[in-house]
Every structure is written in C-alpha cells, then in structure tokens.
C-alpha cells in the first residue's frame, strides 16, 4: 500500500514503475525445458481424446504433447499451427478450464488435468521465437478476397486463404491490426508486444496486404469490396457498447471497461495511466473481470465487480473468478446499478439488488466510487445490407451470410462462444469454404 | 518386530542389506558411514592383484536411462575394480572390521586365472578379518578385455577351477558373483556349487551401451568421440536378476544353494521379492548410488512392517517361500480362464485400453458413443494387456470364470481339474490324460 493509493479521485502513478512491471508480468511464463517434459508425462494419450473434441480447432492434443515429450517442439508446433494459427495466442488467452482442460481425463478423475495450455504455449514459442513459419503458399491462383477486420477471424481465414494461393487485402478500422488481440486481451495474458509479434509471423506467409485506418460503412463500402474482388469475408467482431441508462451517467468517471483496456494495452508507461482509488466494475464476463483485476494492478485500492446474477450463472469462468479474487477484488451478486451519484464527479454508486427474475427487492446501498466500468456486453455495429440474426450477423453452413460471396466469423457472427479460438475456427473454415466455392470444388 | 538378523552362510549382519561391491564401499570414509547409516554388511569395492592399480577413464564413467521427471530407471558404468592400492585398502578394512564387528565385511577380489595369483592375496585378505570373500566374475567391461571378470564367468570351467583354489588357499565363506552376460545362468552356478563355493550372488551388470549421441554419433557417455560398452545396473535389470535367480533357486543341481541377490533392488518391496525366490541376503549399489546410504531406513522399516502384518517372525521364514511357485510354461493350468473386467465407477474414460485392445490385441473392448468401454468375452483371451496400460489401478480386474460356466469365446465349458500343456490334445508329445 502506497501513499498514493489513498488518494482520492482518478489519478495516474498510484503505483511506481517497478510494481507496475511486476503486476503486468506474464501470468504464466514459458515452461522451462524441463517442466515442458513433466507436464507432457501426464497426457495418457487418450483414444479419441475428449480434448480435441473440446477444442474449437481440433488441435491434435494428445499428438502435439507426444511431440514435446520426444524432445521435438517444432514439430509439435506444426501439429498445433495446422489447426490453429492463432495457437500461440490461444495458448495464452483460452479459457482452457472450461475447454480441453475441462474434459482432460485427468481432470475429470483428480481434479488436475494436463496443462495443455502451458504445454501448446512451450511449443509454439519456441518456433515463433526462432521466427519460423512453418508454411509455404501454395502457387497464385489469381483469385482476390477482401477481408474486414484484422482480428482473430479475419487473420485465421486470411491466412488460410493466402496458403491456397489467393491474393488477401485486411480492410482494418483500427490503427494496428490484430483485434481484441491488440487492444482487448489483458495485458498480463500477452505481455511484450505478442500480439503484434504474431501478426507479423503471420503475415510470413505472404500474399497478404493489410490496409488499416479503413473502416467499412465510413469510406469503405460492402459493395465496392465485393465488385473488386471474387469474395469477401467480415470479421469485424462487435465494436458498440451499451450505455445503462442511468441518472448521472454523463459525469465523469463512467467509462466503457473495453475503452479503459484499450487504452491500457497502448499505453507504453502505465504510470502516466489514470485509475480511480474506489472502482466499481458492472457486469460479469470476461471483460469484467480483466477491468477489474488491472485496475486493481494499476493501483486502485478497492474493486467491485457487481453482477446481476448469482455466481453460477456468472459467465467469466470459475477460475476467473478467482484470479479476480486473489487479487483483491471483491465479486457483489444479485445487484444491479441504481444511480450514480456525485456533484462535479462520480462519488458514489447506488446498486440495487434483485431477485432471479431480475425484479428489485427494493433494497438499495452505495458503494464509493470515482471510476465506474461498464462491462455490460458489446454489440454488433451493423453492416448495411446484412441479415442479422439475434443482433448478429446471420451464418449458415461455414459463415455464409445473406448476401452472395460475402462470408462472416468471429463475434460479429452468430452462434458460438465469443472467444479467440472460436474466431480462429471460424475464420479457417470460412476460408476452406471459399477456398471451395472459388475453385468450384476443386480443393 | 520382525527379527532382521541375517546369518548368509555363517557371515552375520543386523540385517539383510548390503552394499553391493561398487562405489558406495570404495574405501573406509564411505564405508563407515554406510554403517553409522544402518547398512547391514559391504563387499569391498572389487580389489586387485599387488602392485600398480588399474587406472579408471578421466571422463564421464556413467550413462543414465530415466522416466519422467529424470528419475534413473537405469544407470550404466565403464568403471574397473579399485583403483587405489591394494595395500591401502587392506589397512582400511582391516580398522573397519575392527570398529563395526557386528557388521558383515566382505572382500571382493577380482586377480588374473592363475593359482599364484589367488594364493598371494588370499592370505592377505584373511588378516583383515574380512567375514568373507565374493569373487567378482562379473564386470562385463574393461577388465574382461584383460581376461578378468566376466571373461572368467562365461567359463564355468575357470569358475569351478578358481573357487577350488580359494577353497583351498582360504577359510572363510567364499561367494561366487555371476555375470548375467551368458545364454544360461544354470551353467556358472552349478560350476560354482561344483568348485565348492558356500554361495552365490547375482547379477553383476549387464553389457549396455546407454544412448547415442545423435550429434557426435557416438555412444554415450563419449570419450573424446568415442564410447564403449559399460555395464547396465538399477531399477530396469531388476526383472532380469529375478529370473536368473529364480532359476538357480529351483535347479535341482543347486537347490539349496545360497543366493545373494543383487540387482535394481531400490525398496524393501524389491528385496522382500529376491528373498521371496531365495535369497538369503541381498545387495545393493545403484539405490544408494541415486538416492544416498539413507535410503536403507526405508528398506529396513518397511521389511520389518511387511513381516509383522504377514506374521513371519524371522527371515527363514521368508527366504525362498516363493520357489516352489515358479514353474515352467508347460506346467501352467490351461483350465484357468480369466475374463477382463472394467469398473465403471473406477474408469476415468480415457480409452487407452481400448486403443491396445483393439489395435495390437484381440478387439475384445467395445466403446460406445458416450465413451463407455466394455470388454466383450466372446473375444477376451485375458492377456491383461488392457491392464497394463490402464492409468488407473485397479479398475481393470481379471475375473476367473468359476467351473461350469462356459467361456463364450471358445464356447467350451470350464472344467474344475486343471490341465496343463503336458496333457493336451493339440500337443504331439503329449501324455494321455490318466
Ligand atoms: C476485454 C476483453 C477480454 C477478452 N479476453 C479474452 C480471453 O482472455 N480469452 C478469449 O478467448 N477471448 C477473450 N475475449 C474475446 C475475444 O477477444 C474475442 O472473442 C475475439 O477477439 C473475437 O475475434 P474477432 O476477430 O471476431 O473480433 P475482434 O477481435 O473484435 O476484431 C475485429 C476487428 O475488426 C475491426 N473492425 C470492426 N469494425 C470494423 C469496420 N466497420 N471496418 C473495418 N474494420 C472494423 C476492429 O478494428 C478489429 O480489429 C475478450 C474480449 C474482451 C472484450
Ligand atoms: C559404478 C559401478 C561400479 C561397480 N563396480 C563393481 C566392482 O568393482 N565389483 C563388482 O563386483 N561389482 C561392481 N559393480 C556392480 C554392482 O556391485 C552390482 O552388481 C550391480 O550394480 C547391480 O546392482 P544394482 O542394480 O543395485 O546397482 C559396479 C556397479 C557400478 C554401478
Ligand atoms: S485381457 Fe487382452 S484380450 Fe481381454 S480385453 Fe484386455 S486387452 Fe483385450
């Protein structure tokens, strides 16, 4: 505890260089050598193991971690970058507790699984560190898809596309590509400049051009994209936010929690950032809980995270849920915003609890607070023209939307979880399907 | 508490573990310790002939075979008999004895097949008050080159025709240590028996080469580019050692003989199973190689707590229980069938048995979608393979089919008497059955 924690208001070097360092480390480093070899001597090489079917992927499990206990993490790198380009990323960012961890034989009969995280991100480090990439393009076919966004999914299917020979462009909004990879993953997940380092090892395989500064809907248009080249995939993710709607929500200190990670993840000198002393963070996702922990880590003294539901129905992972909890934050159920109060700035915020069916009981208390975060859900920004379906882009088979040659995957399109990996899987296999209908079959 | 005492072929000790001839018992700094340790007795790392000692390589000497997490599975060495004075040694086990008088001291000696040899340096290591001798025809590596060790051991002639000698020139119990380097452990053994040896010990280490370097594409452990040939000791030859001394246990021309078994005995599990097949006392080198002298409470505590639960007060009750259970192949009961049973509350899904089953075996596990695997007995030949590579003890279970019931994979029912290769119809020698 510092003396400038107990400083009121929003304020920036609560904490000095040398904690922020230490707080923003890598929350799991690389396994050494060695414990690389341990770890891989758990994996009972399943048959039919249930990790792979638990992998959006289909990453080879069991395969990959043979690899690694013979010695040999190229290749088992390769095996996990067949599947999934992204592996490093995912390695670092996958939920894997309620993925292939969850269904690990082993954690189904002691409670332990293998760490294929951990595992999946010792092999794919050692290849990207050595600045390999393990594919070759196929000839040009001379076809040209047109790709918006440059997260996860538009990166897997531009890959796979211009492994298959085609000519990719990444129309991107943002300045860097990469997506939530870049601005929205927390910093302590993907520390080092990760995700650009990825991006660029992506791009090795060439054949790829990515525009940034284009924003689909303001100078860029679906149907010019579409005249010019032969298709186009949409991997635009969700960029709107929900407001909540309350009295005194236009005072200062109620931010948008994916704007305050944004800016978190571009700042290079993290004591020029500001964080409130008391922080109230509203919602219960993944978003939630990683405003939460690095305000906590930039310094904030108290941090709430207020859910409307009770803790089983809470979306971010039990093991989130303690990772928030080991870090100080404290997790309020069954409450919901009420008002926000405060003269010239926010003071206080006024939670309400409720029942199941979300009807208040009418018991109301306040909680101190100079910074609010809403982390109610993002929404789909919509493109003009496109069938959506439950406030998303509408798909059928591997991402076709309503209009002709326009594909869509990741979180802007409808159905599977919003997470890095399901964007990766969707993307790639948007890409075999268009791979597909541009060859006419001939894959 | 079980009575530990030892009394090997009239060499006493307060307990059955030795240390085996080796570098734990190299000189008297070791050796003192490994007594104030608990050891019960040491053979005397391998002494040589007087004059010049043997040299020993100046780099690396051992090569290591490990499981997960570097545990040493198997250990193999390059390394000759002592390399320090014969002179020296001698002094050192002579105070030894003196101070540990309740401790079994023995020498091993390992000089050229000559009778003049063994004539000058018997004498000299009785006036140590050593509790015996152990003639080391094992070393499978170096001194074999020079016609010494396994060399003499491959050759049950110069076995009977050396323990004659010691026989003769010496007074003490005189143990003869077998290499397991040759075709049938029988022949040396009943050389030694025939020469006149009180006992015998084995293994000695077996011809190994650890690993290659793929880089130097040498064996390893490399010596300046090259490699030889070491001995292979520890956990890993353990199976090897039980079979070469349940062998001679049941022999008739050595039944009765005195074992002392040596070889990958790490827990006091591994010595209750050599004396279970015979041995009278047991040895020990790579154990205390990996883990430090230490490791011989463990032996000691859990030994003496396997005998109290099972009641045997002394170790005579022990030594050699397990012999009349071993048998040969022809022998066992073609009449016992056994069906592999999976315990579905046990089973934790992950289909290794399946996977084995099914791929190398008999197709006799069926799974279903939801990852339930079950043994199908019109297919079982219960060759426990499915057990072997189950990761969960104990769920996997060999069921015997009572007499009566019929087996469905050869649709024959179970007979009650047993009946063995000796007598079967698809056996051109057989006998007939009464
Ligand atoms: C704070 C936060 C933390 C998260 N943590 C995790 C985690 O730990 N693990 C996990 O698996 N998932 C996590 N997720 C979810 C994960 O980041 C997303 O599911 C994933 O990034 C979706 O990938 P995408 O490619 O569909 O979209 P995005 O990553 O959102 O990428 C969309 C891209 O499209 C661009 N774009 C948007 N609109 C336009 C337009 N009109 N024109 C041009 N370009 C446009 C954007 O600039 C962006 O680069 C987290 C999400 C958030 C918000
Ligand atoms: C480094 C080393 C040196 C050895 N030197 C001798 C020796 O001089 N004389 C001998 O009879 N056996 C020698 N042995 C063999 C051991 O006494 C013992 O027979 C063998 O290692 C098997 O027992 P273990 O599996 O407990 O190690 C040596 C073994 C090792 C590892
Ligand atoms: S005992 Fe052998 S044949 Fe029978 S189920 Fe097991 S592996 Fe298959």
Redesign the pocket.
Known sequence: MTETMRLDGIRAGRLGPEDLTRNFSDLHPRFSDHEALVAADRCYFCHDAPCVTACPTDIDIPLFIRQIATGMEDAAARTIFQQNILGGMCARVCPTETLCEEVCVRQVAEGKPVEIGRLQRFATDSMMAAGEHPFTRAPETGRRVAIVGAGPAGLSCAHRLAMLGHSVTIYDARAKPGGLNEYGIAEYKTPGGFAQAEVDWLLKIGGITVETGRTIGAGLALEALRNDHDAVFLGIGLGGVGALGLEGEALGGADNAVDFIAALRQQDDLTQLPIGRNVVVIGGGMTAVDAAVQSKLLGAENVTIAYRRARDRMPASRWEQDLAASHGVRLVFGVVPHALHGDDRLREVELAYVGPDMAPTGETFRLPADQLFRAIGQKLVAVEGIALEGGKIAVTGAGRTSVEGVWAGGDCAAGGQDLTVTAVAEGRDAAMDIHASLTDGRV | MADLTTDFVGIHSPNPFWLASAPPTDKEYNVRRAFEAGWGGVVWKTLGAEGPPVVNVNGPRYGAIYGADRRVLGLNNIELITDRPLETNLEEMARVKADYPDRALIASIMVPCEEAAWKAILPRVAETGADGIELNFGCPHGMSERGMGSAVGQVPEYIEMVTRWCKQYYDRPVIVKLTPNIADIRKPARAARNGGADAVSLINTINSITSVDLDLMAPEPTIDGKGSHGGYCGPAVKPIALSMVSEIARDPATYGLPISGIGGITTWRDAAEFMALGCGSVQVCTAAMTYGFRVVEEMKAGLSRWMDEKGYATLDEVVGRAVPNVTDWKHLNLNYVTK?RIDQDLCIKCGR?YA??EDT??Q??GMSPDRTFT?IDA?????????DVCPVEDCIDMVRLAPGETDPRTGKVVKAEPADWTTHPNNPGAMAAE
């Open positions: 592999a048995c084995a089953c075996s008999h006799a596990i043994v297919e079982c030949v219960a060759c426990n393979l499915c057990i």
